[in-house]
C-alpha cells in the first residue's frame, strides 16, 4: 500500500494530493448506500418468509346447522387450494371478548355477559371469522378466491389483513433500488475523478514524460507509473473510507440493543451481505487502477 519509487513526481499534482482523500470519501458514501440496501433486502427476505394471512367474514346466521355448514364448505374449498398452509374459524366468544374490550368499559360487563361472549357478543350477532394463511411466495388470487367464498356463502366479504406488510414490502424494494443505484452512481464518481485527476496529471509533467521518453521509456512504463500510483492512493482512501463507513453501520445496527433499545434496522445482516461491503473497496481501488491506466494510455497518445 505504500507508494512506489516513481520516475513522475505523481505526489506533487493534483492526482496524487486528492485521489487519497476524495476516493476515501466517495467510497465512505458508497459502503454507507450499499448497506442501506443491503438492510432493505435483509427486511424484504424476512417479510417474503413470512406466511400471508387473508380474514373471511361470513354473515351472521341464526340457524346452528347452516351456519356450521356454511364454514364447513369455506373451509374445506379453502384447504383444497395450492399453497395455504392452515385455515382456521376464529372462537366466536373470543371474538366477542375481543370485540367488547374495544368497544365497551369493564365496569359496565358483569361476569355474566363474560361468560356468553361479552355484551356485544351475546345481544348482537357478529359474523363468523376465517383466517387463512398462505405460505410464503405462494401465488394468491385473491380476487378469485373472493368470488368463490361469495358464491359459496352469499355476503361473504375476503380481508387482507397482510396489507401492511405489503406496503412494507414495496417500501424495502424502492429503499433496496434506490440505495443500490446511488452505490452505483458513487462508484462512477469514482471513474470520473480518476479520469479527471489522471489527465491533469499527464498535463502537468507533459515536460517529464517527454524526457523519459527522450530517454528510452515507453507508454507502457509510463502508463504503469500512473497505474502504480493510484493502486497505491486508491487503495489506502477505500480502506480508510470503508473502516469508518463499515463502524457507523455496525453501530447503527448494534449499539440500540446493547442500550435496550429498539434497534433502527429489524433484522440482521445476512453473511453475504457483510461479504459484499467487504469487496466495496477492493472494487473502488482496482477500478481506479484499470481507469488510470486506461487514461494514461490514451493521454500518453496524444501527447506524442
Known amino acids: 500500500m505504500r507508494n512506489p519509487d516513481l520516475d513522475l513526481p505523481l505526489e506533487t499534482t493534483a492526482f496524487g494530493r486528492f485521489l487519497l482523500w476524495l476516493t476515501a470519501g466517495l467510497v465512505f458514501l458508497c459502503v454507507l448506500a450499499f448497506a442501506v ?14 406466511p400471508r394471512i387473508v380474514t373471511v367474514a361470513l354473515p351472521p346466521n341464526p340457524e346452528p346447522a347452516a351456519a356450521r355448514r356454511e364454514v364447513d364448505d369455506v373451509l374445506a374449498h379453502v384447504r383444497a387450494l395450492s399453497g395455504v398452509a392452515y385455515a382456521s374459524l376464529i372462537d366466536e366468544a373470543a371474538f366477542g371478548a375481543l370485540v367488547d374490550e374495544l368497544l365497551v368499559d369493564d365496569t359496565t360487563e358483569d361476569a355474566a355477559d363474560r361468560a356468553t361472549g361479552g355484551l356485544f357478543g351475546a345481544r348482537m350477532p357478529l359474523p363468523r ?28 366479504t375476503l380481508g387482507d389483513s397482510g396489507q401492511i406488510e405489503r406496503s412494507r414490502e ?17 462508484l462512477a ?26 530517454m528510452g521509456a515507453g507508454d507502457r512504463y509510463l502508463a504503469r507509473q500512473f497505474e502504480q500510483h493510484a493502486l497505491a492512493k486508491a487503495l ?6 470503508f473502516v469508518v463507513a463499515i463502524s457507523l ?31 466495496v473497496p477492493v472494487v473502488a481501488a482496482l477500478l481506479a487502477t484499470l481507469v488510470a491506466r486506461l487514461t494514461a494510455h490514451h493521454g500518453l497518445a496524444r501527447l506524442r
Open 249 to 279: 453501520v455496525i453501530v447503527v445496527i448494534y449499539a440500540p440493543t446493547l442500550i435496550g433499545s429498539l434497534p433502527l434496522a429489524t433484522h440482521e445482516l445476512a453473511p453475504v451481505h457483510w461479504v459484499l461491503l467487504a469487496m
Open 37 to 50: 440496501a443491503a438492510i432493505a433486502d435483509a427486511q424484504l427476505t424476512a417479510l417474503r418468509q413470512e
Open 236 to 241: 489506502r482512501g477505500a480502506l480508510l473510507g
Open 129 to 156: 371469522l376465517i383466517d387463512i394463511a398462505f405460505n410464503p411466495g405462494a401465488a394468491i388470487d385473491l380476487t378469485a378466491l373472493d368470488q368463490a367464498i361469495s358464491e359459496l356463502v352469499p355476503g361473504a
Open 189 to 214: 464518481v469514482i471513474v470520473i475523478v480518476v479520469v479527471w485527476l489522471t489527465r491533469a496529471g499527464l498535463e502537468a509533467h507533459r515536460q517529464t514524460i517527454d524526457l523519459l521518453r527522450q
Open 170 to 186: 414495496r417500501l424495502a424494494v424502492l429503499f433496496r433500488g434506490v440505495a443500490g443505484s446511488f452505490g452505483l452512481l458513487l
